[in-house]
């Protein structure tokens, strides 16, 4: 892959020169290619007119969209992976509580003990991919995994991943033939259709889980209501 460092446009191995400025290309690993997102045109991309940073739960809903998945299962993932990203924490949760998030009660226990492990597990941090890690697992594979994770995210937010796709998908294939993981094939070939039967599942637990409890606190007061109409009828009947 070559790189033209004044244009900062990736070109195929047998291009000679920059087919816009004319200028010498220099030769970079696809690894590397990926660590040189345009951080400016990605904050002026994400940033209102005010200047002010978009709400992070508008770039989740932008990410979910440009994948056509919209299941917990990535909404979650990608939550973990931008809350590991940088060195600083952004929040304590790793998907956002609220009180819809609340009321799904597998994903809000499942979102609880995962977060626990979370601070247990990723106590260190790793410049070259900018993330949070696990000092004992993190190897090479996986820092080049979070640079690729992190690039798509970026680039589907600067709207860069249109012109920046054929790269993705070129080195998602080289990485299969090597048997290692690709962000890019993880996050658009995942199984949708089995993701969204389980989120089914645990929305109809959570409806029959929630049901049973509001029976099961105002069954008492109904009970008690029913009993003093029935004592209202009572005495109506003997004072006739």
Same mark, same amino acid.
């Given at each position: 892959?070559?790189?033209?460092?004044?244009?900062?446009?990736?070109?195929?191995?047998?291009?000679?020169?920059? !087919?816009?400025?004319?200028?010498?290309?220099?030769?970079?690993? /696809?690894?590397?290619?990926?660590?040189?997102?345009?951080?400016?045109?990605?904050?002026? &991309?994400?940033?209102? =007119?005010?200047?002010?940073?978009?709400?992070?739960?508008?770039?989740?809903?932008?990410?979910?969209?440009?994948?056509? &998945?919209?299941?917990?299962? /990535?909404?979650?993932?990608?939550?973990?992976?931008?809350?590991?990203?940088?060195?600083?924490? =952004?929040?304590?949760?790793?998907?956002?509580?609220?009180?819809?998030?609340?009321?799904?009660?597998?994903?809000?226990?499942?979102?609880? $003990?995962?977060?626990?492990?979370?601070?247990?597990?990723?106590?260190?941090?790793?410049? @070259?991919?900018?993330? =949070?890690?696990?000092?004992?697992?993190?190897?090479?594979?996986?820092?080049?995994?979070?640079?690729?994770?992190?690039? $798509?995210?970026?680039?589907?937010? &600067?709207?860069?991943?249109?012109? @920046?796709?054929?790269?993705?998908?070129?080195?998602?294939?080289?990485? !299969?033939?090597?048997?290692?993981?690709?962000?890019?094939?993880?996050?658009?070939?995942?199984?949708?259709?089995?993701?969204?039967?389980?989120?089914?599942?645990? +929305?109809?637990?959570? $409806?029959?889980?929630?049901?049973?409890?509001? $029976?099961? +606190?105002?069954?008492?007061?109904?009970?008690?209501?029913?009993?003093? +109409?029935?004592?209202?009828?009572?005495?109506?009947? /003997?004072?006739?």
């Amino acid at each position: 892959m070559k790189y033209c460092s004044e244009c900062r446009v990736f070109f195929e191995e047998q291009t000679m020169s920059c !087919q816009r400025c004319q200028g010498g290309l220099s030769e970079v690993s /696809l690894t590397d290619a990926f660590r040189l997102t345009d951080r400016q045109a990605l904050e002026r &991309n994400i940033r209102g =007119k005010a200047k002010k940073e978009l709400p992070d739960l508008y770039k989740q809903y932008h990410i979910r969209c440009y994948i056509g &998945n919209k299941s917990l299962f /990535l909404d979650y993932d990608l939550h973990k992976y931008r809350l590991r990203h940088g060195r600083r924490l =952004k929040r304590f949760f790793i998907a956002p509580v609220t009180f819809f998030s609340i009321l799904n009660l597998p994903w809000f226990l499942f979102n609880l $003990v995962a977060t626990n492990l979370f601070h247990l597990t990723y106590t260190g941090y790793c410049e @070259r991919c900018d993330a =949070k890690i696990n000092p004992q697992d993190h190897t090479r594979a996986e820092c080049d995994y979070n640079i690729e994770y992190f690039s $798509v995210l970026d680039d589907i937010l &600067n709207g860069r991943i249109l012109d @920046r796709k054929p790269l993705y998908e070129q080195f998602a294939r080289e990485k !299969q033939l090597k048997g290692l993981r690709s962000a890019y094939h993880e996050l658009f070939h995942r199984l949708v259709r089995w993701e969204i039967f389980w989120d089914v599942i645990s +929305i109809w637990f959570s $409806v029959l889980f929630w049901l049973y409890v509001i $029976v099961f +606190i105002s069954y008492p007061w109904v009970k008690v209501l029913w009993q003093m +109409i029935q004592g209202w009828e009572s005495r109506e009947l /003997l004072m006739e």
